[in-house]
C-alpha cells in the first residue's frame, strides 16, 4: 500500500495512548507490524514546549515507518504543532478525529470534532500545509448513530489533501462497545481513492481475513488485539499468505515478554518501566493456568526480578501459552 510517496505493508499497529509506548512499537515491528503511530500528542502542550508532548515525539529508527499522531481542535496550534513534530523526521503525521475519551472530547478535539465538518477541513488543510510529509488521518463512523457522516468526512479529507483514511467503525457514543459497522468502512473505501484502513474488532488473522474481503479496505488495523499477543501480526501475515502459523510455546512468552521489558527498562529506568509494565503482564498472561493467585501481585511488582520470579511460579503451574493464546 501507498501513503502518498511512502510505501507500507497492510497489517498495521493502531494507536493507543496509554500503551503503545516505544518498546511496544518496537516488539510489535518486530513480529511484522507494518507500520506504527506514536501516542495521541496534543498540539497546544507541543508548541507550549510540554515535556510530556515532547517525549511522545521520540522513536527509534527500527520503528519506521512511524507516524506521530497529533489532536486538537484549533488549526493554527495544529499546524504549528506539524511543523513541531515533522522536526522528528517521521514518516507521516496523523491526525486524530476519533479519540472518545471523556477529557478528549470535553475539549472540543477528538471524536468531537465528527460534528464539525468544517472545522476537520480547516484542520486538515492547515496540517496538510505545514509539511512536506504524508498527512493521515483517524476517523470514527460517526458520533451517534444518527449522525453517521464518515463518507462525508472521509470526501472531505481527500478534498483537504490527506493521503490516506483510517475508520473506526464505532461511533463516539457506542466507544468500544458493540460490534464495529464494517459495512460503513465498506460504504468509505467505495466513496474515496485514497487507501482506507479498517479499525475496530481486528483481533485474529481471521478477523483481519474477513475484514479485506468483507470491505475491500486497503489495510487493517490491530489495537487491543496485541495486547499480550505482539505476535499476531506475524500470524495475521502468514495467515493471509495461507501458510500455518504456531502460537509462542510459554518459554518462548518469557522471552519475548522480557525483550519487550528491557526495551522499556532501557528508555525509563528499571522503576519506572517496570511499573508501566504492569498492565502488559497482566495482558501477556491473563487466562493462563495459575495465573488467578498472581494477579493482585502482577500489580504491584517494582522490579525486573520480581517479574522472573513469577514467571517462574507460573511455569511451576505448568501455564501454557495455549490457554488463552491456542
Known sequence: MRIGTLETGRIFLAPLSGVADSSFRRICRRFGADAVYSEMISSAGL???NWRSKALLEFHEDERPIG????GRDPVLMGEATVLAAEGAPDFIDIN???PAGKIVSRGAGAALLREPDVIGHIARTVVRATAKPVTAKIRIGWDRAQINAVQIARLLEDAGVQAVSVHGRTWEQGFRETSSWDVVGEVKRAVQVPVILSGDVRTADDARRAFEQTGCDAIMVGRGSFGRPWVFAEIRETLAGRPYAAPSFPELVKILFEHLDLGIAQFGERIAVRRFRKHLLW????MRGVVR?????GTVVAREDVASMLARLEE?????????G
Do not use: N, W
Open 47 to 49: 508548541v507550549k514546549s
Open 68 to 71: 506521530l499522531q497529533l489532536f
Open 97 to 99: 478525529f476519533s479519540c
Open 284 to 287: 501477556y498472561t491473563k487466562g
Open 294 to 298: 498472581l494477579r493482585s501481585e502482577m
Open 317 to 325: 503451574d505448568g501455564a501454557q501459552v495455549e490457554d488463552i493464546h
